[in-house]
């Protein structure tokens, strides 16, 4: 079978013999792949015109639905994946991780939808005054490029690589062109076949190379975004290609490092975390055989606990069944081919040379159940380097396989010495029941890694483990690990986005930003807008209330309704040394009378109060005070309908300005109201 490449909106044979792909455990011919003859420049340019056009003019909730839609397409063909995915070398269980991984990344993305605007771009952060009379502001936008994101992938996780970052490029609203790693490629073109078939998502967000890149970096412009994950030699090389320094192309790296897990003294020999610990590296060990940019290389132990670690972590990998993980029992598959065997097995050599090997044989080792000579098939081994501050390569050689090396410390500071030796990580475990300890090896450590996980008894029952990214956390690290960053909710985002300073008026910036900004103009209505529905509100749209003259009685019958009878508000002998002159009303007095001021008591559109999102006390409320309320609205945010409902609403959120007889504001908050739509 040969594999097609998807581009310009046609499946595509490449040219040529192309490269033959193999079962990486019967050694059979599963495809072959090949992209000779691809317009590769035209690819992006109709990424650009067309699937850019289409993804920036959606909606953020436009584009979370659309993911949404995807991910559950795609759960139902799952079994299918699977069974592709063993002639990967993966388990069962290794390709739960790439394939529902993937698709949980798509369910993740889809659900952020709801931290943006129902708008096609973002508007970030807090507006900043620019000027004394406050006609002069400046804010900040984040739109969507209008290039491509050309995703170039490892061979590992050919589904979670691809989805991963396309659910983030999707949502911010840019395409994707997707080169996965040949040696597995005719997984993600499986998947990538369903993704176009399927028809959810729109012309030309979607693209698939099934072979060499050609050419393609060669195109790329400063409204692309090109991402990288693999080998840290491979992606140095493509960072430095001539057209991207150029272009000043954005590049996003996430290189294979040396992660690292320490062991801390609390968690001694017979105590549940050194339990954790020893289950921990058995899983990153066997799990996708060691092939994963974030498992374990290096042990990090106690001294006095050196030779109980490494009799624990033998006993544990000895229940390891290895083999073709089509057959039933098989916990551990094979590499992704025989290159990669050849490759790790020279690591080991070099690692070996200033280590001793204290579990497992390259060479020497059963396979339970398949074909030694065929499949690509490698034991776990377990090295030891007892003075890992003199024998610097267990540092610096990294076997990309079942592979890792015990390296005693003396003190918890002497670990993390030890651990920054590996110049950057992608990740970091630290197993202790002491979070004193935690802290301090926290924060002496995080400079060198892109994420730290504590586990202990407590963590471990639900921990996804330390060789686990998670879609609304950043997946990345500095130095060896390609200093980029993945993933991390809403900041993956806005890495396939423009941020973009605007400067204007606040009337201006509440146009450009479809959010009310304070000293814009109001727009008044003779209809209070609790009387409308959520359709009919315009962003500016202001209630300009009638007053209130707050009275001692009214402060004392506060204190006794809601129990507060802090001093300040009740012993007027008491002020003396404070900043009041006399007794002061309750800030939550002031806001409550507020919304009696600006409520309308009619039944109406609007259903219920949905919260409170900030709320200040600018200047003390005395009694024969009188206040009165601006109530203008502040941001309109739609709600998906859900099939039980009767009808659509959206929330609104108000900005309450309350202020005195002297025109200055006493309190300012955001509320938000459950607004019906028109049905």
């Known amino acids: 079978m040969k594999l097609k490449n998807y581009a310009c909106g046609s499946w595509i044979e490449g040219s040529g013999q192309g490269q033959p792909l193999?079962?990486?455990?019967?050694?059979?011919?599963?495809?072959v792949?090949?992209?000779?003859?691809?317009?590769?420049?035209g690819m992006l340019e109709y990424g650009r015109k067309t699937g850019n056009s289409n993804l920036r003019k959606m909606t953020f909730h436009e584009r979370g639905r659309m993911l949404k839609a995807l991910a559950m397409y795609l759960l139902d063909r799952k079994e299918k994946y699977y069974d592709i995915s063993y002639k990967t070398g993966a388990t069962r269980a290794d390709s739960w991780i790439d394939i529902e991984g993937g698709i949980g990344n798509l369910f993740a993305n889809a659900s952020l939808r709801r931290k943006f605007p129902d708008l096609p771009y973002y508007t970030e952060g807090e507006p900043v005054g620019l000027s004394k009379g406050g006609t002069f502001m400046g804010h900040h936008i984040l739109v969507p490029k209008e290039g491509v994101a050309v995703h170039i992938n490892a061979f590992n996780f050919p589904v979670w690589g691809m989805l991963e970052k396309c659910a983030v490029n999707w949502l911010a609203g840019m395409p994707a062109i997707v080169k996965p790693a040949t040696v597995t490629s005719f997984l993600a073109e499986a998947v990538a076949a369903d993704i176009i078939g399927s028809g959810i998502l729109p012309e030309g967000a979607l693209q698939i190379i099934c072979g060499s890149a050609g050419d393609l970096l060669d195109h790329v412009n400063y409204q692309d975004v090109v991402t990288f994950t693999g080998s840290a030699s491979t992606g140095l090389k493509l960072k430095s290609h001539p057209n991207i320094l150029k272009e000043a192309v954005p590049f996003n790296m996430e290189a294979d490092s040396l992660n690292c897990i320490v062991l801390a003294r609390d968690a001694a020999p017979g105590t549940p975390e050194f339990d954790v610990f020893v289950k921990e590296i058995r899983r990153e060990m066997t799990v996708k055989c060691g092939q994963k940019?974030?498992?374990?290389?290096?042990?990090?132990?106690?001294?006095?606990?050196?030779d109980d670690v490494q009799a624990a972590i033998g006993r544990s990998l000895a229940g390891t069944p290895i083999g073709d993980p089509r057959v039933q029992g098989v916990r551990m598959g094979a590499l992704a081919d025989r290159d990669q065997v050849e490759e790790v097995r020279a690591r080991i050599s070099e690692l070996a040379a200033f280590s001793d090997i204290v579990y497992g044989d390259p060479d020497d080792f059963e396979v339970s159940m398949g074909s030694r000579e065929k499949g690509s098939y490698l034991a776990p081994v377990l090295l030891?380097?007892?003075?890992?501050?003199?024998?610097?390569?267990?540092?610096?050689?990294?076997?990309?396989?079942?592979?890792?090396?015990?390296?005693?410390?003396?003190?918890?500071d002497d670990a993390v010495v030890l651990a920054r030796k590996g110049k950057g990580s992608l990740c970091c475990s630290i197993v202790t029941f002491d979070d004193g300890i935690a802290r301090d090896y926290v924060v002496s450590a995080a400079t060198h890694h892109g994420r730290i996980l504590v586990l202990n008894r407590e963590s471990a029952v639900e921990s996804t483990g330390h060789g686990s990214p998670m879609p609304l956390l950043v997946h990345g690290g500095p130095g060896r690990a390609g200093g980029g960053e993945e993933m991390g909710g809403m900041r993956g985002v806005k890495h396939y986005m423009q941020r973009c300073a605007i400067q204007g008026?606040?009337?201006?910036?509440?146009?450009v930003t479809q959010q009310f900004q304070y000293g814009g103009k109001y727009h008044l209505d003779t209809i209070h807008p609790f009387k409308k529905f959520f359709d009919d509100l315009i962003v500016g749209e202001t209630l300009i209330t009638h007053k209130r003259t707050v009275t001692e009685s009214d402060i004392v019958n506060f204190a006794n309704v809601s129990w507060d009878h802090f001093y300040a508000h009740t012993d007027a002998t008491s002020l003396e040394g404070t900043t009041f002159t006399q007794r002061v009303a309750h800030g939550y007095f002031v806001l409550s009378a507020a919304a009696g001021l600006f409520v309308d008591a009619a039944k109406g559109p609007v259903l219920l109060n949905y919260g409170l999102e900030e709320c200040r006390f600018t200047k003390p409320v005395y009694p024969g005070m009188t206040i009165g309320v601006r109530l203008t609205v502040k941001e309109k945010v739609a709600q998906e309908k859900r099939d039980d409902e009767e009808f659509q609403k959206g929330i609104v959120k108000w900005l309450v300005?309350?202020?005195d007889e002297t025109g200055e504001t006493v309190a300012i908050a955001t509320i938000l109201t459950m607004v019906k739509m028109k049905n």
């Not at 193999?22 to 495809?31: I, K, M, N, P």
């Not at 498992?295 to 050196?306: G, H, L, S, T």
């Not at 008026?505 to 146009?511: C, F, G, S, Y």
């Open 657 to 659: 300005d309350v202020y």
């Open 33 to 41: 792949a090949g992209s000779s003859g691809l317009d590769f420049a």
């Open 505 to 511: 008026t606040p009337t201006t910036l509440t146009a």
């Open 293 to 306: 940019c974030t498992a374990v290389r290096r042990i990090f132990v106690p001294r006095e606990y050196a």
């Open 384 to 412: 030891r380097n007892n003075q890992p501050h003199i024998h610097e390569g267990s540092h610096e050689i990294e076997a990309f396989g079942p592979v890792a090396t015990i390296m005693p410390y003396d003190d918890l």
């Open 22 to 31: 193999y079962d990486a455990c019967t050694g059979d011919l599963v495809a």
